[in-house]
């Protein structure tokens, strides 16, 4: 190894081959995990429990006839398994996610206080509509901010995360299609900076997809919109702010020439973080908006959940939201309208989403993060969002390629490109190289539109030291990979796993433990 003259310090990244090798495996505090199936015995409890009696099964046929599979493992064994595991993991508590306003966001523990109050926490679906008032009230107080906050007419709270938002959406334009004898309109458009469950959205509702490119800048080609509009035109879906991170200054002008001609305007609300208290939608002419209350208002939801997607309404599409809703009386008292109850208030709406109300704990949580900030607050929110995302661009656009930085303020997120690394270096050795500085990597091959694409999102929460650490980091990986450091081809370097082969990962994913193939996808 080359040393610097002022000391052993080496002129590149160490890598764990230039240290001896420990007994267990472990490197100091990165310790080397065993899977639960290696620490225990299938043969084995991890408590001693005495031999069952022999009684007559009550379970008529349906006991189990092999084995359950599971390691024995003792409750100090098993705590620590899954706690040395939770120590591999990067968190929103650990520091910055590169791809916050999407994914995660800072989730004020008075949020997670007020989620688990009991009435909240520990109430069923199922239980009387008298004794649970409080509930019904959150949601019916929170389908009230999010109307003034969109500017919209109603709202249906039960779609459970975005795409199924975006799903219920849809499924109201098509049922006011129908019901004024245009279901034949069976086209939907969607602008290539739109957000990627956009399309998979209407193609799964039975729409047909057709691509709107867009301009050099980033943003709609508002001209091609309006020349493929036409009676075959149900619907356009947007993304405001679009993936480009961007806000369609066009956007009016492109819902008064969809509604001209016959069709309604769907706006992915997944980037409200940007602009909630500053545009309300329903003043730019969108008809249905979902809005990602697991982004906006807190509570991240990497790992697969738990998300709440509540869809906005304009007049023209109110008529056929889903059941159930909340009415307030009066006297105060709350019902839930559902399909027995309904009776002819709300005859035009095209069914149920789920079979319940909606997400409570995520409810809660969002009504909770609201109220602490108020209609200020929010509003701040959004500019130190934005204030946030202009300063990682600005300081890094000198190092790499920011293809629309010239569009303008970016809103919610920065955006760079792969240009300008040598052969054979991509934005994957990036990623990868900013494990090794301790952070999650960003978003990376998204948008579509922006070749080795790298989208960075810093929250409001995020203080300029914090934003200038991440900086420097990606700043340093950036100007290896333009150097050709090679030592990147090989990173992460000071992860618990090397580099794997993603392509084989994919297509021939590991995903069950077996005894007699006990490999990992690597």
């Known amino acids: 190894?080359?040393?610097?003259?002022?000391?052993?310090?080496?002129?590149?990244?160490?890598?764990?081959?230039?240290?001896?090798?420990?007994?267990?495996?472990?490197?100091?505090?990165?310790?080397?995990?065993?899977?639960?199936?290696?620490?225990?015995?299938?043969?084995?409890?991890?408590?001693?429990?005495?031999?069952?009696?022999?009684?007559?099964?009550?379970?008529?046929?349906?006991?189990?006839?092999?084995?359950?599979?599971?390691?024995?493992?003792?409750?100090?064994?098993?705590?620590?398994?899954?706690?040395?595991?939770?120590?591999?993991?990067?968190?929103?508590?650990?520091?910055?996610?590169?791809?916050?306003?999407?994914?995660?966001?800072?989730?004020?523990?008075?949020?997670?206080?007020?989620?688990?109050?009991?009435?909240?926490?520990?109430?069923?679906?199922?239980?009387?509509?008298?004794?649970?008032?409080?509930?019904?009230?959150?949601?019916?107080?929170?389908?009230?901010?999010?109307?003034?906050?969109?500017?919209?007419?109603?709202?249906?709270?039960?779609?459970?995360?975005?795409?199924?938002?975006?799903?219920?959406?849809?499924?109201?334009?098509?049922?006011?299609?129908?019901?004024?004898?245009?279901?034949?309109?069976?086209?939907?458009?969607?602008?290539?900076?739109?957000?990627?469950?956009?399309?998979?959205?209407?193609?799964?509702?039975?729409?047909?997809?057709?691509?709107?490119?867009?301009?050099?800048?980033?943003?709609?080609?508002?001209?091609?919109?309006?020349?493929?509009?036409?009676?075959?035109?149900?619907?356009?879906?947007?993304?405001?702010?679009?993936?480009?991170?961007?806000?369609?200054?066009?956007?009016?002008?492109?819902?008064?020439?969809?509604?001209?001609?016959?069709?309604?305007?769907?706006?992915?609300g997944a980037n409200f973080n940007a602009i909630v208290g500053r545009v309300r939608p329903g003043d730019l002419g969108v008809d249905a908006m979902h809005i990602n209350l697991h982004k906006t208002f807190s509570t991240p939801h990497g790992g697969g959940g738990p998300g709440s997607g509540p869809v906005v309404l304009s007049e023209a599409l109110s008529p056929f939201g889903p059941l159930p809703f909340t009415e307030r009386y009066a006297d105060g008292h709350i019902t839930l309208v559902e399909e027995e109850s309904v009776g002819d208030r709300h005859p035009h709406s095209f069914g149920r989403m789920t079979a319940f109300h909606g997400q409570m704990g995520m409810f809660t949580r969002a009504l909770t993060y609201i109220l602490s900030h108020g209609a200020d607050g929010l509003r701040q929110v959004a500019e130190d969002a934005v204030l946030n995302a202009n300063y990682v661009l600005r300081n890094l656009e000198g190092v790499l390629d920011a293809p629309f930085a010239a569009s303008g303020p970016c809103m919610h997120e920065a955006l760079f490109s792969d240009d300008g690394f040598p052969e054979g270096f991509s934005t994957l050795d990036v990623a990868k190289g900013l494990i090794d500085e301790g952070f999650h990597p960003m978003t990376v091959y998204f948008p579509l539109v922006v070749h080795g694409a790298m989208l960075v999102e810093p929250t409001e929460t995020e203080s300029k030291a914090a934003l200038d650490q991440f900086i420097g980091a990606l700043r340093s990986v950036a100007e290896r990979a333009k150097a050709g450091d090679p030592t990147l081809k090989s990173a992460p370097h000071f992860a618990p796993r090397a580099r794997l082969d993603e392509t084989l990962a994919a297509r021939k994913p590991v995903l069950v433990w077996k005894e007699a193939v006990a490999q990992a996808a690597e």
């Open 1 to 268: 190894m080359t040393l610097n003259p002022s000391g052993w310090r080496p002129e590149r990244p160490a890598t764990p081959a230039d240290f001896a090798a420990t007994t267990t495996g472990n490197r100091a505090l990165m310790l080397e995990e065993a899977l639960i199936f290696e620490i225990g015995s299938i043969e084995t409890c991890g408590v001693d429990l005495e031999e069952a009696p022999d009684t007559p099964s009550k379970l008529g046929g349906l006991e189990r006839r092999a084995p359950i599979g599971l390691p024995g493992l003792s409750e100090p064994e098993t705590v620590r398994h899954y706690t040395r595991l939770s120590r591999q993991n990067y968190a929103i508590d650990l520091g910055l996610f590169p791809l916050g306003s999407c994914t995660m966001k800072h989730n004020p523990r008075l949020n997670e206080k007020m989620a688990r109050l009991p009435g909240f926490a520990d109430i069923h679906p199922l239980q009387p509509v008298d004794s649970v008032q409080g509930a019904l009230g959150v949601i019916n107080e929170l389908a009230v901010w999010l109307i003034e906050l969109t500017g919209m007419h109603g709202v249906a709270m039960s779609p459970k995360a975005g795409a199924h938002g975006e799903l219920c959406g849809i499924l109201c334009i098509r049922a006011a299609l129908e019901a004024r004898g245009e279901g034949h309109r069976k086209v939907i458009l969607v602008p290539e900076s739109a957000h990627g469950t956009n399309p998979a959205t209407a193609a799964f509702a039975g729409y047909s997809v057709e691509d709107i490119p867009a301009t050099p800048e980033g943003r709609v080609d508002t001209a091609a919109l309006k020349a493929r509009l036409g009676p075959d035109v149900a619907a356009v879906m947007i993304t405001n702010p679009n993936t480009c991170g961007l806000f369609e200054r066009d956007l009016k002008e492109i819902s008064d020439a969809v509604h001209a001609a016959g069709g309604y305007v769907y706006c992915d």
